[in-house]
């Protein structure tokens, strides 16, 4: 004979004849087959404890996400029954796998070539410095050394651009990958472990042994190759099509390049380059004087510029994120306001996020101008680090109605995410607004937050470091610096 009650403090699926809800017994599974209907009713009549209605509500979201994971396994199976590949976000083994038979394929010997053995060094280093004068790709693949300044603390304990991190602080990166990220951001006394292979003086830039099929002007050096294969991380192409160390040309970019290339321009001065060609990202580094227009499609609406000197970029075709980090005097030209303002409903998905910049100026369409760099932003932020402190421009509606040019300085979340202040501000006041309506259906009261900051008076200056008085800067009508200065509440 079945049992009438089966206790359980969290939802654990439907059971059959059952239906989960809180009793006389405490929160649980009841039986719902008519035998003890007036028990039921009577239970459901009696008021609850707080005790009780907390563990209901705790309950019920359980059965929520159960009820979201089960739809989002449905949709899963039915995409993939309709031929369209899936991988979750959380679910690594297919990528992984992929990855794995890209080695593979790499490390295959070419046919009439003696295939060369390839020495592997793995080492630790105990940074102790706030800066260790280093810099990585964090985004996508494999975790790799793009650059290494000279006399700092990751020079002289002997590391090297295209060195790859596996742990930190004694956590794999594989597995814990967002934990290692806040740790590699944040600096200071830290144990890295690198893996370093041996002999790769081959011209291969890309992942898994995506070969440079096209290598235009100038044989890139050992070093140059490791540098812009750290660089590319996991860029998914067949070829790199790389434009290297070219002087005083004005050349189109075209022959060569396929829909599966990434386009690579580095060590270039004094040149014009027109890319026509579809391609899947596009390079930009260490040029000088150079001009590069793009009318081609970027299939991933990608674009990377580091370490340029006076350079222009125009674009003639949408970009979703162009990223430009330690330039001088860099010029962004969007002749077009809709290819800088691709939007997804409302909300408008395009950005330009900078470190490090220096004279930049950046134009969308006929009106919207903006000209900043870092001596600009330090004046509001002083905590700031050149190589590290990002800020997010776009171009999106204002208070007052239409396109403006707005820049945010970029925060990093606790788990490692990309976001802004106020992007956080708003996504924290929405979780609380829809706990507390969830709360108040269960009769449950829940106190306000506190806001997260220090209590000022309006002519006090701002403690977050701004430098400038409390009504002029985060000027909260609750009278706390939160440290988000030029938010708009």
Not at 375 to 380: F, H, R
Not at 474 to 479: L, V
């Amino acid at each position: 004979m079945s049992a009438a009650f089966i206790a359980s403090e969290t939802y654990q699926g439907d059971k059959e004849g059952y239906v989960f809800r809180s009793g006389d017994s405490g929160p649980g599974y009841y039986m719902d087959d008519g035998s003890d209907s007036k028990e039921n009713q009577a239970a459901a009549q009696k008021p609850l404890s707080q005790k009780q209605k907390l563990k209901m509500l705790r309950a019920e979201n359980e059965k929520k996400r159960e009820q979201e994971r089960l739809e989002q396994e449905k949709r899963k199976e039915e995409k993939l029954s309709r031929g369209i590949p899936v991988v979750a976000s959380y679910d690594t083994e297919p990528v992984q796998k992929k990855i794995d038979e890209m080695k593979l394929a790499a490390a295959a010997p070419v046919e009439g070539k003696e295939p060369k053995e390839k020495k592997v060094e793995e080492f630790s280093v105990d940074f102790e410095q706030d800066k260790w004068g280093l810099r990585a790709r964090l985004t996508g693949g494999p975790v790799l050394i793009t650059t290494v300044s000279a006399g700092q603390e990751g020079a002289t304990k002997n590391v090297k651009v295209g060195d790859r991190i596996t742990h930190v602080n004694g956590m794999d990166i594989e597995q814990e990958r967002e934990k290692c990220i806040v740790d590699i951001r944040k600096g200071g006394k830290a144990t890295i472990k690198f893996v370093r292979v041996e002999g790769q003086e081959a011209q291969v830039v890309g992942v898994g042994g995506a070969a440079t099929s096209v290598v235009q002007g100038e044989e890139m050096s050992a070093g140059e190759v490791a540098k812009m294969q750290a660089m590319i991380g996991a860029a998914k192409s067949k070829d790199t099509v790389t434009i290297n160390g070219k002087k005083d040309v004005q050349e189109t970019i075209e022959e060569g390049v396929t829909n599966n290339s990434v386009v690579v321009i580095a060590n270039c001065d004094g040149c014009s380059f027109t890319v026509t060609a579809m391609c899947t990202k596009l390079f930009v580094q260490a040029c000088r004087n150079t001009k590069v227009v793009v009318h081609g499609r970027i299939i991933t609406s990608t674009v990377e510029a580091y370490k340029c000197d006076t350079i222009d970029l125009e674009f003639h075709t949408p970009v979703g994120t162009l990223q430009i980090d330690m330039c001088k005097k860099p010029r962004i030209v969007f002749p077009k306001e809709e290819h800088f303002h691709d939007s997804v409903g409302k909300k408008n998905t395009s950005m330009i996020v900078w470190a490090g910049c220096t004279d930049m100026h950046v134009a969308a369409g006929a009106e919207h101008r903006l000209d900043t760099g870092f001596e600009q932003v330090k004046q509001e932020f002083h905590d700031l680090v050149e190589e590290r402190s990002q800020f997010r421009i776009r171009l999106e509606k204002t208070v007052a109605g239409p396109l403006q040019l707005t820049q945010e300085k970029v925060v990093r979340l606790e788990n490692g995410f990309f976001s802004t202040m106020k992007e956080k501000s708003e996504f924290d006041a929405k979780q609380e607004a829809t706990l507390k309506a969830l709360a108040q259906s269960m009769g449950i009261t829940i106190a306000k937050a506190k806001p997260q900051g220090i209590k000022c008076k309006r002519n006090e200056i701002c403690p977050h470091g701004s430098g400038k008085k409390f009504k002029d800067c985060c000027n909260r009508p609750d009278g706390v610096c939160t440290g988000m200065a030029g938010t708009d509440w």
